[in-house]
């Protein structure tokens, strides 16, 4: 018996903890009364382009539709992805650069296990998206945490200069970020960009962003999502539809490795020797299929629009302070005590699932996820009312 | 960069090779020249009742179908699983002792991820699954590779028993087997069990049997496939329906920690944190309806019945050696020379591709795979027999 494992089995991360204690609730006092802002499930249904790519999947012969691919993908489906993100970014990969996976979880654990080894050092900027830390320290590895700029939440590259050392192999960026909702400026991953390649250079090694990007399309109010890898070459990019395509159950997503990046043909063919090691065979064969078919269908933003004004206009109404959210479906809301957990907690009274930071990386401020209703939002004002009523 | 890692996704597995290898052959002198015995790829259809439970479930609302499901999979699902365990071997499970999975390969890394410790030994039969050993080393285990009975390829309980050290946390079993061919015979695992619970004893501490079932169903001339957790309680049961539905690119399968195991359920929490580490999300939410709904499903051997006939015929005809095959789709068939690989190579030049048993942990053997068309078999005859004519 692993006793982490044991651990990790049977301490389930906060979210989840308190998304079951919502659904509990729910059964108990009724759905309209519990205002559930705890988990990133999309709630914009998938676009109807996905039922029929798969309602004309299922006229495929089974064996050509359900047979083994190979463990990288069906080669037709990640052309299909080179040829999307060539057009939208001016690149020029191929479908040897993508390795497909079960989700962006698999393609950030298979990265990490690809380039590190036992003792080397990943960077997290922190808050940060908590399993980071699970997948980073399984390869055996220290998750070191740098904190993003108190201010804006921007990536704080003298921080993480000064956390560089000779066992640095990574830095995870993710940008639309989860639990923020900030979009990286272009001029703050040139910082990095700069900083790093003199790290690199001083170093005389590599040092790998790894951009996780499952929100990349989901970006409001003028907020521009700079393709990483024009800006560092050395950038391991990992997607999911999940979020993009409200898919988070059916399990696709990639790696890309640029061949610009360093070693290239090498990291890729680590992160297939990754995947063997974590037990993938390959993507699920039917979403490969239908991601071929709809990649270039547009992402529906407009109710994550609509609900990013509804709760800011309430925010500001009721005198809460937060982080302008500018991309993901997250906004970032100070606590108004010192003690996050307390805070969510006394939100609970309320019947106001949000999330304390502290399973982040931070304390002093919750996550309010808003891919929900309207009417969460709209309904749930007495409660954010009363919640900063128990601070006066 | 991993340089394990790198090797593992250079050095694809043989078969996998093979497979490539027939594939570019086939494009350049045509499919119906190369007899490919490689893959364990169905040959026959999924049922029809998946396609019809894909298109019902695609009438659901996209977020009911799409959305995530808990860690451990869809209540709905795992009970209709333990029900039809229940009906079939008389057992008592409940939801709460299922994990689904991304298929066999992740249910058996798990299991080997949450049950031991870095040092530890987990055993396997030889000849075995290539990727166990890969998985139990990833654990930072060692592989103790005990060979099979060399008369009948059944476990060979003494060596077996002379193999156990205090280090040991778990063996293999893979029954219908791959690559032979054999179905473990209840008093084969019976002697297993006497031998394991006395050294349970004896050493103080539980010894998991985990059992590899994807080819549970796929039994033949009269081949009665044992319920192992009946036989012996500290068994941890992977299955997949790769092979019984024809499934494999879908990737959905099942981690049982029957409740009557040792410390059952720390170990099915551990299963649960191994997959966290893994990067595992959930299992499809697709086919975790199209199970739920065609669990009762009978599975279809007919076409496997006839390969099997067809192919020992022509076996018989041509003079070659072989182990009788009970079940799974595979013969291990006696290489003419004591090189496997050079026997395999020597094959190859007559267009027949069947696997050495050298990637499986043993010598002087071949795979072969015989789910394959029934006309594959009957034009390979030339082949085998210009092949055997090449040692007479």
New interface residues.
Partial sequence: ??E???????A?SAI?ELFAYGLARKAEIGADKVYDFS?G???V??PDA??QA??KA?EL???Q?????P?QGAPACRQAIADNLNKRFGTAYSSDDLYLT??A??A???CI?????PGDEVIANAPYFP?YR??IE?AGCTCVEVPTRSSDFQLDVPALAAAITPKTRAIIVNSPNNPVGTVYTRENLEELAAMLRAKEEELGQPIYLISDEPYRELAYGGAQVSWVPDIYADTLVCYSWSKSF??????IGYVLVPPAAA?AR???????????????????????KVIADCIDTPVNVEPYVRNRKLLTDMLDDLGYEYIEPAGAFYLWMKALEPDAQAFSDKAKGHELLIVASDSFGVGGWVRVSYCVSEETIVNSRDAFAALKADYE
């Fill in positions: 018996m692993n982490r494992m044991y651990e990790l089995g049977a389930p989840r988990l499930n999309p709630s249904p998938a996905i039922a798969m309602a299922l012969p089974p064996m539709l359900h047979s083994y691919s463990a079960m989700g979880a698999a950030l654990d298979a296990t690809a380039i590190t080894n399993e699970i997948w399984n409200s898919l988070p159950g059916e399990r070693d090498r990291v890729y063919l680590a992160v297939c020797g990754a995947g063997r090691v974590l037990g993938y065979v390959c993507a699920p064969t039917l979403l490969q």
